[in-house]
């Protein structure tokens, strides 16, 4: 494993290629004929989500190679997270495919953006250079933005999209900055290169505290901690996202808390964790080096952020009346408990719950979308008294979602929580694990006032069964399926997890 | 092959659940029975072909499904142990709940969701069969939640009516206390011995049963032990969970309401299967509880003080099905009381023999429920014994066996429950004798409150001619008329199962005759076979009980001659006064339900509405909502909502919390 060498791999890149080439034959399609069928820009998002399935199953096999120029990485750790992005993408695919008609919004960008979105999220998991992060993490914040005006009648997604891009650029700022500023402190004129993005010699020169300057590197770190803090919307940085959420169309928003928010903690785990953290095992005697230093700092920082993410997420979402604006309010409390595996310096943890939460995230925000019909009309949480048992399968899936977001055992929502807060319990954050179960427990008030809302409250006047159609079942089945999966035979994944390779691993190993 | 029997049923309920919208009856309740038939046919193979060839102290066959779960020290697999204790279980839930099955094709027909009856029903025996074949714990509390599921699913079938709702919820609610008690002490066990599984086996897992095992480990016998949070801790919390599941004191008031739901499902879930899962867990873990003596003490006045008390409320009741089900609560105490003093062979017994005739005396119950257009009270009923033969004939068989009439399969169990009491080892001087006399006095209440029940409904004038229907009118279905034609006998469908039955009823005792009442003539054949599962009170004192016999004559006759009192005196007494007015208090039965009310429900209620809801409801949080909903008024209008600047504001919050960060960082 050679950072210098060029190492051109097409291999290594397949399912982005994939992902790209889908993109590209969708938008070739919508521009040759007169409009593209919706069913044919679906089909080819899926096969193409399916091709990339297959090149990432092609490349599994618990190896570690870099290839362009160190650009690119292949470990367990990106092939795992690359399964996530083309698991939540598939889903969206299936439970937006009616709901762009519906919607009468164009088809073929819609898809085409998803594409682009997804292979923006498969080099953020794959990057192993800043710069490339950088990329990747642009590629999706632009398809995006672009994603979240989509319906460009509507005032409430157009503020969305517009506060989407102004604090979203901002906040990019914040991480090329840090970037830059780490990029500095690893600055060495006995070495070649000089001073690098490159993460593998960054952690090099990190372990070997071959530093231009110690508080510039800390300084970058923050801003990079900013800059990922606010795409995973954690506590202060998560000030966007209710808004940004719940005027977003709702499978863009089920877009957004999801698979955008699953690869920036892909590379919030490869930066901090795989590098920083890695470059400073806890036990290393160097304890007033610039990079132990960085350690402490960001596991505290980490730690409050969780605290503050998880209490505040939990906190307001319980007075919210509007449900989308509820869960994106669940979604940053959820955030924040990723956060707590981040804390542990767990990926395995983090992964496994941004697994189990995409999966449950996307079936909720499945059901909300058919509730709330043509431009999203029927989004407070008093549209949902007593649908219950007009529309019993709906809403007895959204019940399994919500009682799995709060984490009743046998799904996939305990599962998660237990694996993040074992980890953290043995890493000797007693108190942060405390804190997480107190926080769960104030959630199931909110997510139990929705199914109490469903199932005992008088109906609620003017409230048609909706059409199912047969892609959104289809979407649905699979995430409750995938959330008993998770939940009740979670065996083989977290076996995968456990054999997973990566470059701490491996280099622990040599 | 022992997979096949538990996934032969959860096919059913899923071609069922699936498909049965769009099938006949007939196809229905084709599908239905055949599945339970089939995994019947396998038990029954599979007991008596494959089991009972090994050698006495190797009947174990083990079959591992799939890895289930596996982390770290922590490890639970999906896998079926069939030994004896499970073999016997599975042979009668198989085959009683086949003959139910059958039973409910007759009794459903024509009922609205007449599909989702057996989908459910299906799925039940899927789960119960889980509960009692699971090779650890874990599995057993998967089975045993999805018991509980299904039976709340089945006494909430007719949804559309307020009280079988208000008596699902009800299950619902006190299950979930026991197993919550359940779940704790799974909890603690697996936290002090590290496994939960049974038995080692071949897969090389630990067993939970032999850290209880290990020579000098017993708990000793004071009440400090309670709460030492050792065996003792464990025995108890998870007896919490049997108390719920099994409707002991104080949460057996689930089970009379859960009549709610139709009879078929009282027999089969209510009588027959579910509700001994509780006896069959602590027979199960009798490795855990002969080493915690206060935890049997404990089980046994638990399950004593239940005969008794349910025994004198099941004189008091007009409902045909709730006497059944006082006397199901009453039954099951004596079982627990079996398990306490360390007969736990006997009481698996008795809950064999009481499959058999109390699912035959719920079955004759619903036949009559038919025959009388759904009548349950049996003051309309009386004098159906000539129009109801067949029905009227099977239930004396039943009627005999729980009275505990010699020959009958109830006399047997039941003396063995009474005799092991009297002479138990396991508890201190004075208990043995208190334990026997309270069940003396509940076997003569049993013979006295069933012959009430069999007078009432088959004997004495015909009341239901002179009846007027207009008021309280509590059957289980939705339809009933005003004018009563005369009742009829049901159909083959019906009559078949109830005949079946009764010839179990009869019979099913002869395979545990007690030893020194035949002289040894008729071998024990079901102490012999669960003797190598089922864990023994450490000072056994098995020579002196064999020598023994003169003792258990004396009581076999003690108990023959309270039968026949019960039941001619109650005889005489109910053909002259069949309409006697019982006590207040036992009519009401001693106003459980009201104190419960008044104690504990209306209190949380208080606290919710003044306190949860005056306060933090409508002051903190509806202020907070009112905060929000002057922004979310803004809202509406988007471009004034941006150029407020609170688009600026959040830019604020950012820089603010980044300056904290950096600064954090740099300065430490």
Known sequence: MQPGQLAIDFHAILPEIITVLAAVLIMMIDAFTRRINRRVAGAVALVGLAGAAAAVVSL????????????????????????????????????????????????????????????????????????????????????????????????????????????????????????????????DPNLSPVATTNLQLLKERLASDQLFSGPMLLAGAAMML?????????????????????????????????????????????????????????????????????????????????????????????????????????????????????????????????????????????????????????????????????????????????????????????????????????????????????????????????????????PATGFQRPVLARSLVAGLVLAILGTLYLGILPGRVLDALEKASDIMTTAARR | MLSAIILVPLAGAIILGLAGRRMGERMIGLIACSTVAVSTVLSFYMFFGRLLPLPDDARQIHELLFTWINVGSFRADAALLLDPLSGLYILFVTFVGFWIHVFATGYMRGEEGYWRFFAYLNLFMFSMLVLVLADNFLLMFVGWEGVGLCSYLLIGYYFTKDFANDAAKKAFIVNRIGDFGFALGLMLLFWKSGSIFYFNDPRGIPSAFEWAMKPGGADPATFSAIFAGGLTTIALLLFVGAIGKSAQIPLFVWLPDAMAGPTPVSALIHAATMVTAGVYMVSRASSIYVNAPTAMLIVAVVGAATALVAATIGIAQWDIKKVLAYSTVSQLGYMFLACGVGAFTAGIFHVFTHAFFKALLFLGSGSVIIGMHHEQDMRRMGGLKKYMRITCATMIAGWLAISGVPLFSGFFSKDEIL????????????????????????????????????????????????????????????????????????????????????????????????????????????????????????????????????????????????????????????????????????????????????????????????????????????GAVNGAANLAARVGDAMRYLQSGLARSYVVVVVVGALLLIGYFVIR
């Open chain 1, 60 to 187: 599994w096999g618990g190896k570690v190679e870099s290839s362009f120029s160190g650009m690119i990485v292949t470990d367990d750790f990106r092939l795992f997270f690359a399964m996530i992005f083309i698991i939540v993408t598939f889903l969206i695919v299936l439970i937006s495919l009616r709901w762009v008609e519906d919607e009468e919004l164009p088809t073929g960008e819609y898809f085409m953006l998803l594409m682009f979105a997804t292979t923006g999220m498969l080099l953020m998991s794959a990057a192993n250079d800043l710069v490339m992060i950088f990329l990747g993490l642009e590629t999706t914040s632009i398809a995006t933005y672009v994603l979240c005006g989509y319906r460009r009648r509507d005032l409430r997604s157009n503020e969305s999209a517009v506060k989407y891009f102004i604090l979203g650029s901002f906040s990019t700022a914040f991480l090329l900055y840090g970037i830059a500023f780490i990029y500095g402190a690893s600055y």
């Open chain 2, 419 to 622: 005799y092991k009491s009297f002479t138990s080892s396991a508890l201190h001087a004075p208990w043995p004798m208190v334990l026997w006399i309270v069940g003396a006095m509940t076997a003569l209440l049993t013979a006295v409150y069933m012959t009430r029940l069999m007078v009432l409904t088959f004997w004495g004038s015909e009341r239901f001619k002179e009846a007027s229907h207009s008021d309280d009118h509590h059957s289980d279905h939705a339809h009933g008329g005003d004018h009563h034609p005369a009742p009829k006998e049901s159909p083959l469908s019906m009559t078949v199962p109830l005949i079946v039955l009764a010839l179990g009823a009869v019979a099913a005792g002869y395979l545990g005759v007690p030893e020194g009442l035949s002289g040894g003539a008729i071998s024990n054949h079901i102490e012999h076979l669960l003797e190598p599962a089922i864990a023994h009170p450490a000072e056994t004192n098995h020579a002196l009980a064999a020598e023994d016999h003169s003792t258990e004559f004396i009581l076999t006759g003690v108990s023959v001659v309270i039968a026949f009192i019960g039941i001619i005196g109650g005889w005489l007494w109910f053909k002259r006064r069949p309409l006697w007015q019982p006590p207040r208090l036992l009519e009401g039965k001693y106003y459980v339900d009201e104190a419960y009310d008044a104690a504990i429900i209306q209190p949380i209620k208080t606290v919710s509405t003044r306190v949860l809801w005056k306060i933090i409801d409508v002051t903190i949080i509806d």
């Open chain 1, 226 to 458: 900013v800059g990922f803090g606010f795409k995973v919307a954690t506590a202060p940085f998560h000030i966007w996202s209710p808004d940004v959420y719940e005027g977003a169309p709702t499978p863009v928003t089920a877009f957004l808390s999801t698979g955008s928010k699953a690869a920036a903690f892909a590379s919030f785990s490869r930066v901090f964790i795989l590098t920083f953290f890695a470059a400073a095992p806890v036990a290393s005697g160097m304890t007033d080096s610039a990079v132990s230093a960085l350690r402490e700092v960001s596991t505290n920082a980490l730690m409050v952020m969780a605290i503050l993410t998880m209490t505040i997420g939990n906190l307001v979402a319980i007075v919210q009346n509007n449900v989308k604006r509820m869960l994106a309010y669940s979604s940053i409390a959820h955030a924040g408990y990723a956060l707590v595996g981040m804390v542990a310096g767990d990926w395995r943890a983090v992964a496994f719950y941004l697994l189990s939460y995409v999966v449950i995230n996307i079936g909720a925000f499945a059901v909300i979308e058919v509730i709330a019909r043509r431009g999203d009309k029927r989004t407070e949480i008093a549209d949902y008294s007593g649908i219950g048992f007009q529309t019993l399968g709906l809403a007895a899936a959204l019940s399994l979602f919500l009682l799995s977001l709060a984490g009743i055992p046998l799904t996939a929502g305990f599962m998660a929580k237990l694996l993040v807060f074992k980890s953290a319990w043995a890493a000797g954050f007693h108190v942060l694990v405390v804190i997480g179960v107190i926080n769960s427990a104030i959630s199931w008030y909110y997510y139990l006032r929705v199914i109490v809302a469903m199932f005992f409250r008088e």
